[in-house]
Nanobody
Framework: EVQLVESGGGLVQPGGSLRLSCGRSGYTYANYCVGWFRQAPGKEREGVATIDSDGNTEYTDSVKGRFIISRDNAEFTFSLHMNDLKPEDTAKYYC??????????????????WGQGTQVTVSS
């Protein structure tokens, strides 16, 4: 079993930056994919960024050039560095872990472990 805990959300002004962190504990899989997803009120859940066990990354178009997904060397913490934030980035952000897929994907159905989420609000 894998447990995930997100942190780092909050209120930020447009153009500002935040770093979200996802702490992983439990079983360690050699091959995996970790993703950040977000869901705003009244909208569907959206894949934002993913990183696989080889370090490959994938981003949704709306965050390319602004967000960076990374991991620490021990692969216990996965971060989402968010820059130039916009009001449309406001959402609850979730960290997810796939132990059944070892390539990048933004398909939430392929992730079998989820954190509780952290709120990000971009507003002046």
């Amino acid at each position: 079993e894998v447990q995930l805990v997100e942190s780092g959300g909050g209120l930020v002004q447009p153009g500002g930056s935040l770093r979200l962190s996802c702490g992983r504990s439990g079983y360690t899989y050699a091959n995996y994919c970790v993703g950040w997803f977000r869901q705003a009120p009244g909208k569907e859940r959206e894949g934002v960024a993913t990183i696989d066990s080889d370090g490959n990354t994938e981003y949704t178009d709306s965050v390319k050039g602004r967000f960076i997904i990374s991991r620490d060397n021990a692969e216990f913490t996965f971060s989402l560095h968010m820059n130039d934030l916009k009001p449309e980035d406001t959402a609850k952000y979730y960290c997810a872990y796939s132990s059944i897929l070892a390539v990048t994907t933004l398909n939430a159905d392929l992730f079998n472990h989820w954190g509780q989420g952290t709120q990000v609000t971009v507003s002046s």
